[in-house]
């Protein structure tokens, strides 16, 4: 088989059993990728040089289509509360139609691997129906040299085909939309859906399963180094800000999206970044925004003017619009994806109910309550009828690609963080100065400042106060910065209304927590927040 180029068809794909009437192309450049997709119908080319492509109904994942294979390895590793069973017969079935549905298509190739450290690498190949996807995959996954092109053995396969249309009766699905992962002979079927994103989470997933078991922490967090070599890790569901706020000028980009926390410190598990669009501005997120400029970048559902410009504040397809990029797009990117490690742990969370403050320091047992609630909060302004927020609690800030149950990735973090005397803080990026729609989203000129001090050390020495509901430490002063934005019940119109407003959402999280209380500690349980009667 050779590295590169098109492979001959009779000699199909290895280790999946593909056979092929049509053209298999192995690790396509970028360039020869645009070719195809273009030619092929796929995509589009923007004035200044990126792809952009479209993704129909599918515009972001599929949670309720996903499945793990059920088998005697998986029966008693995986967390089936939170993890939909798939049978190996159904699966069985679904490879083979797989198969058959492939036979007469030409192909894509990608092989690849999934984490920068090379003892905890999975060397993936991924087999796409589209070019476009395999121009995404290669910008998001590592890419090996050329010269190890030619022993690649992949330890996992990606068979990603979006036209394929399971059958429920059949394979066991929930829709024709399906994505099901065999954790045991390591192998991924999409399809159904066109979004890209389906196939870089499955990796995660797979990585999710795999490294507890050797000690090492996966984590759905972005990382970055200052220059002594402090390193943080930014915990956050989307939409909360670790893409921005880890593409930092004044620090190294270690990685926007997933990571492993291991002996010798952390590491990236990609090679790109896949950052929302939706209302980017060179102003706001200037690293960012120029990816978006670039020859190689993939835009997903970012729709295009009459002068094929993007429109990134035009949220009509979605509002999950999206850039794929390399890392070294990003000017100070590490080259390595790794470093020491970190100094600093961020968990960042989205409160659109206005209670929380802009950062607050947590104890370990603190940070251990609020990595397994995962708390943040949606906003539906493109919904009819909604106009109240809504609370979401993703265990670990990534309940869908967690295998594993929670209380296994929180006792590592647990144990890394207090192995390396990592400080914890909690950043809210949400809203101020009232609920969403009443009050305004956090300045993130503030929300910077308050985390350069964090990672900087300077906040230590401003006094703190004990925030009466979640009893972790807030600043009362930090110089630079408003003071009442530091005391979110001082930027409130109405005091009672925020008690309120503060009491509901302790509640949330008290009753959310209930599913974790035989897990944890004294300790951590102690951690959690009290309604102002208990605390009375």
Request: overall charge negative; hydrophobic content about 40%.
């Amino acid at each position: 088989m050779t590295a590169t180029g098109i492979h001959d068809p009779a000699l199909g794909i290895d280790q999946i059993g593909l056979q092929t009437s049509g053209a298999v192309r192995y690790n396509f450049s970028a360039a020869e990728l645009y070719e195809h997709a273009i030619s092929r119908g796929e995509a589009r080319l923007t004035a200044d040089g990126a792809l952009v492509a479209y993704t129909g109904n599918h515009t972001g994942r599929s949670p309720k289509d996903k499945f793990i294979v059920r088998d005697r390895n998986t029966t008693p590793t995986v967390w089936w509360d939170n993890n939909k069973p798939m049978a190996p017969e159904a699966f069985d079935r679904l490879h083979a139609d797989f198969l058959v549905h492939a036979a007469d298509q030409d192909l894509f190739v990608q092989d690849l691997i999934g984490g920068a450290d090379a003892v905890h690498r999975l060397q993936t190949r991924v087999v796409t129906e589209y070019a476009w996807h395999s121009l995404f995959i290669r910008n998001l996954l590592i890419r090996p040299a050329a010269s190890d092109l030619p022993d690649f053995v992949p330890q996992m396969t990606i068979i990603d085909l979006p036209s394929f249309r399971a059958d429920p009766a059949r394979h066991g699905t929930s829709s024709e939309t399906v994505i099901a992962i065999d954790l045991t002979r390591m192998i991924v079927l999409i399809g159904g859906t066109a979004y890209a994103g389906e196939m870089k989470k499955a990796v995660f997933t797979a990585l999710n399963y795999l490294l507890p078991d050797r000690g090492v922490m996966p984590m759905h967090c972005s990382a970055n180094e200052g220059p002594d070599g402090d390193a943080a890790v930014f915990f956050g569901l989307s939409g909360t800000g670790k893409t921005t706020l880890s593409a930092d000028p004044a620090r190294t980009l270690i990685g926007d999206d997933e990571h492993g926390w291991g002996p010798d410190g952390i590491f990236n598990f990609e090679g790109g970044c896949y950052a929302k669009t939706i209302r980017l501005s060179a102003e706001a997120e200037p690293e960012i925004f120029a990816t978006t400029q670039r020859f190689g970048t993939v835009l997903e559902n970012v729709v295009l003017d009459d002068r094929r410009r993007p429109n990134f504040d035009d949220g009509s397809l979605t509002e999950n619009t999206r850039c794929a990029y390399p890392l070294d797009f990003i000017p100070n990117a590490s080259p390595t994806g790794r470093a020491g490690h970190p100094k600093s742990v961020i968990m960042l969370t989205a409160d659109a109910f206005g209670v929380m403050p802009p950062i607050a320091k947590l104890t370990p047992a603190q940070a251990m309550y609020h990595f397994l609630s995962g708390y943040t909060a949606k906003v539906a302004g493109t919904e009819r009828g909604v106009s109240e927020p809504e609370a979401t609690f993703s265990t670990c800030f990534g309940a869908p690609f967690m295998p594993r149950h929670p209380s296994e990735y929180g006792a590592l973090l647990k144990q890394l963080i207090a192995g390396h005397g990592a400080a914890c803080w909690l950043v809210n990026t949400g809203w101020t100065g009232g609920a969403y729609g009443t009050g305004r989203r956090m300045p993130i000129k503030a929300t910077r400042a308050l985390l350069s001090a964090a990672l900087d050390g300077s906040l230590d020495a401003v006094e703190f106060r004990t925030d009466p509901h979640f009893g972790f430490a807030v600043p009362v002063a930090v110089p630079g910065i408003e003071r009442a934005i530091l005391d979110p019940r001082s930027t409130w119109g109405d005091r009672s209304a925020y008690d309120r407003q503060a009491s509901r959402l302790v509640g949330m999280f008290i009753d959310n927590f209930e599913k974790f209380e035989s897990h944890v500690d004294a300790a951590v349980m102690g951690a959690a927040p009290r309604t102002q009667e208990a605390a009375e």
